[in-house]
């Protein structure tokens, strides 16, 4: 199994700052992903990182809003820009190898911007 | 709308009752993944069903797809407050182990 951390677990933004989120895994993946869930809803997908590569986004997400960095197998970060309330949310990293019968999460960024 | 229907959406049960949920998609199910989240956590895998008719099980939780591959259910047997939570399906409904498209989830409350 893969074990999936997350940093930061949780923050507290202002308006119109950044954050940046990292994601290890502790084995090499081929597919890693960044997952919204706002609250009360379902994950959202917001792009696939992939490795030495721009990530692949999800309609409605965009780079400029979301880049993502993804340098090697292991590790991917998560850039939340320019934030307002509205992106309020947990953010998720999840991994998967193509022929394995399980998907991995990490335990999330918890996201509060006042 | 919503490509996966998860119902019932909310579901209180007494301990040591059985239950069951459901996860819906108009489209083929390549995989189907079942996660539990407790309340401000990660999703915690469960297990993942891929061909039609497959059933597995672990523990107390029995996961089927049936046979069209559009439906799958969860069955909890003689459930306890250890159960509790949100459950979410996550499914491959593009094929080529491609990305996951999860429902809303169903909230699980085990009354001791």
């Known amino acids: 199994s893969a074990v999936i951390s997350q940093k930061p677990s949780r923050d507290i933004c202002q308006r119109g700052t950044s954050l940046t989120i990292q994601c290890q895994v502790d084995s090499q993946v081929t597919m890693m992903f960044w997952y919204r869930q706002q609250p009360g809803q379902s994950l959202t997908l917001i792009a696939t990182?992939?490795?030495?590569?721009?990530?692949?986004?999800e309609s409605g997400f965009v780079i400029d809003k979301f880049p993502i960095s993804r340098p090697n197998l292991t590790f991917s970060t998560l850039t939340v820009s320019n934030m307002s309330p509205e992106d309020s949310s947990i953010y998720l990293c999840s991994a998967r190898t193509p022929g394995r019968e399980t998907q991995y999460f990490g335990p999330g960024t918890r996201l509060l911007v006042l | 709308s919503q490509e996966l229907e998860q119902s019932p959406q909310s579901l209180i049960v007494q301990e040591g009752k059985n239950l069951t949920i459901n996860c819906t998609s108009s489209k083929t199910l390549y995989g189907l993944y079942w996660y539990k989240q407790k309340y401000g956590e990660g999703l915690i895998f469960l297990m993942m069903l891929q061909k039609g008719g497959e059933e597995k099980s672990h523990e107390k939780i029995t996961a089927k797809l049936d046979e069209k591959k559009q439906q799958s259910s969860l069955h909890i047997t003689a459930s306890q407050p250890s159960h509790a939570g949100i459950y979410l399906c996550?499914?491959?409904?593009?094929?080529?182990?491609?990305?996951?498209?999860f429902g809303k989830g169903i909230t699980l409350s085990v009354r001791p």
């Open positions: 990182a992939n490795q030495g590569s721009e990530a692949t986004y």
């Open positions: 996550g499914a491959d409904i593009a094929g080529a182990n491609s990305k996951l498209t």
